[in-house]
Structures are given as structure tokens and as C-alpha cells.
């Protein structure tokens, strides 16, 4: 499956937050699953910068071509919103790792 992360970004550490998301990422390789880390444009966004809201609806473009959405603990207005999207959109919400397969 392909798996759309989603998870704090700016909330605490970004760094940390970031992190996270790669290790969750890698489990979710190991599983045999394709996982979409929209933390991952931090990079681009060093390069690049945009406003939040690019991002936002950029992550939500890529959320449709995704099989699973995967919600990692951690308070963030971004990920409960696309937890609320996936739902309107018929698309798998999961809170663990483990509960995919």
C-alpha cells in the first residue's frame, strides 16, 4: 500500500518531528508498503520557502494517490485536518504501524 504519513511538523521539535517520520517510514518499507513523508519538503522548503498553505494543499494533492493514511501520535491542527480529509474521502485511517498490513 501506499502509505501517506502524517504527523507534527512544527508542533515541538521539527527535527524530532522529521526523525519520527523517517523511522515510521522505514518500518513501513520493511513491511513491504511505499510510505508518502510530506516531511520530507522541509529540504524544499529551505531551498524554496513557500507559505504553509502551499504545503498543505500540495500534501493533500498526493493524499489521494495514497492507499492508507498513517496518523502518528502528537497534537498538530495539519495532521487532524488530513485525518478529517482522508475520512471524506473514503481513505483508511490507521494509528499504528502494526494495525497495517
Not at 519520527?20 to 518500518?27: E, F, L, Q
Not at 513501513?28 to 522548503?45: D, M, S, Y
Not at 480529509?85 to 498490513?101: H, K, L, N, Q, T
Request: glycine share 6%.
Amino acid at each position: 500500500m501506499i502509505v501517506f504519513i502524517s504527523a507534527p511538523y512544527t508542533n515541538g521539535d521539527t527535527g524530532q518531528n522529521i526523525k519520527r517520520v523517517i523511522d515510521c517510514a522505514d518500518k513501513l518499507c520493511e513491511l513491504g508498503h511505499i510510505p508518502f513523508v510530506p516531511h520530507l519538503a522541509f529540504l524544499w522548503h529551505l531551498i524554496s520557502p513557500k507559505p504553509a498553505g502551499f504545503w498543505y494543499e500540495y500534501d493533500l494533492v498526493w493524499l489521494d494517490f495514497c492507499d492508507a493514511l498513517l496518523r502518528l501520535p502528537g497534537e498538530s491542527v495539519g495532521a487532524d485536518r488530513e485525518v478529517k480529509i482522508a475520512r471524506e474521502r473514503f481513505i483508511p485511517v490507521y494509528y499504528s504501524v502494526e494495525d497495517i498490513r
